[in-house]
């Protein structure tokens, strides 16, 4: 009778012998193997030479280029318990077509050992289903997941397919999608397997309310309106939906700092903010405001500018000191409006390298002083002028 020696123990060695028949990825192992013999003793490593190496339970992949992967080599000599055998198995998992491998010995005999690899191949994907949704909403999904036909079917692979499908209902308001992915065998494909997808997308849900905690400056209604992706029900709202979604309301959230920050209030940000359920079909939303002090333009000054005079940009600049302190305008009046900035004043004039950057330089209570360094650069002239194309006139 043949015995059969599990050498997966050697790079498990602080688990019992009955733990240690499990495969690299902490499945439990499907080969039939009897108990290890006396004849290898774990405790106390021992080299031998390998006479010979086997495969088994691989039924499409080549047996010898799976052993050549290996790294193991018949007159090789290994130590047990060792680095060697863990490291095959490594090697042969990482190629990432395998779902278990275990390396045992079919034989030993003095310093000689035979070795046999055990590998259970993975499936390969030839076809995915969806239940529980309606045909329109399938075709959506396959071209969400984007699978391909003979692709590896791994763990990895099933995960990443369901995330996908749970975020794209989440996106659409479905913040309850229950979505399971199941591997189905196929033996008559072979070496394939299909995924069925089961979705349950629950009931679409709304926003209840929207909790604003700290709002003190500007007015509920104004504030509300700026979250324009993020609304809580209201009797005959139509156009704007009250669904909640997560995109969405990150997005208003920094919209409204945006908004704030326009109006003055250059400190305001988001201390906190929650989504909690109401009841089955609706949340609740609360956001906590810290809005600061409402600033100011006090001082303007120019740096480096000596083709015009800081009067001439400050009057171009169209900014006065008392003016609410807007970081979005000041850029818009400095580059934003082509043919009315200050940016425009240089480069109509052929100072194309021209660059003006704003720095807050004091800020004193409530008002903020502004320098602006000024590179213009060197002027350019044309110096030719190619057309193309003008066949009804000269060009001179």
């Known amino acids: ?13 602080f688990l019992s012998f009955s733990q240690a028949r499990v495969g690299l990825g902490g499945q439990p192992s499907t080969s039939q193997t009897p108990a290890a013999s006396n004849e290898i003793d774990y405790t106390h490593p021992k080299e031998y030479t390998i006479k010979g190496i086997t495969t088994s339970g691989t039924k499409f992949y080549d047996a010898a280029s799976l052993i050549s992967i290996s790294g193991l080599r018949v007159g090789d000599k290994i130590q047990i318990p060792g680095i060697a055998i863990s490291g095959a198995i490594r090697k042969l998992m990482d190629q990432g077509i395998l779902e278990d491998v275990e390396v045992t010995a079919t034989k030993v005999e003095g310093e000689n050992i035979w070795l046999d690899i055990f590998m259970r191949e993975r499936s390969r994907l030839y076809k995915i289903t969806f239940t529980g949704v309606r045909k329109g909403e399938k075709d959506a999904l396959n071209d969400k997941v984007k699978l391909i036909k003979g692709k590896i079917i791994n763990e990895a692979l099933i995960k990443n397919t369901q995330a996908t499908i749970k975020k794209h209902y989440v996106e659409k308001g479905f913040l ?16 394939n397997a299909a995924l069925t997808v089961s979705i349950d997308k629950g ?8 909790d604003f905690d700290g709002r003190e400056q ?3 209604a104004t504030v509300r309106n700026k979250m324009k ?4 029900m209201r009797f005959g709202r139509v156009f704007t939906p009250s669904k909640y979604i997560p995109k969405k309301f990150e997005e208003d959230k920094g919209k409204l700092i945006e908004f704030y920050n326009k109006k003055g209030f250059r400190d305001a940000r988001i201390v906190a903010d929650s989504v909690y359920s109401h009841d089955r079909k609706t949340v609740d939303v609360y956001l906590g405001l810290e809005e600061g002090k409402k600033y100011y333009f006090r001082n303007i000054n120019w740096q480096g500018n000596y083709l015009h005079s800081d009067s001439v940009l400050t009057e171009l600049l169209g900014i006065k000191k008392g003016d609410v302190y807007n970081p979005e305008e000041l850029q818009k009046r400095l580059q934003g409006s082509p043919g009315y900035d200050v940016s425009s004043l240089y480069m109509d004039a052929g100072y194309l390298y021209f660059s003006a950057n704003p720095e807050e330089t004091a800020i004193e209570g409530d008002s903020i002083d502004i320098n602006f360094n000024i590179f213009e650069g060197k002027q350019f002239t044309i110096n030719k002028i190619i057309l193309n194309g003008n066949t009804k006139l000269p060009t001179t």
């Open 229 to 232: 992706g993020t609304k809580q």
């Open 218 to 220: 500007l007015p509920e």
């Open 203 to 210: 009931p679409k849900i709304k926003i209840h309310t929207i």
């Open 1 to 13: 009778m043949r015995k059969v020696f599990p050498l997966l123990l050697i790079f498990l060695p």
């Open 176 to 191: 309850n999608a229950d979505v399971k992915v199941r591997q189905v065998s196929d033996t008559t494909r072979g070496n």
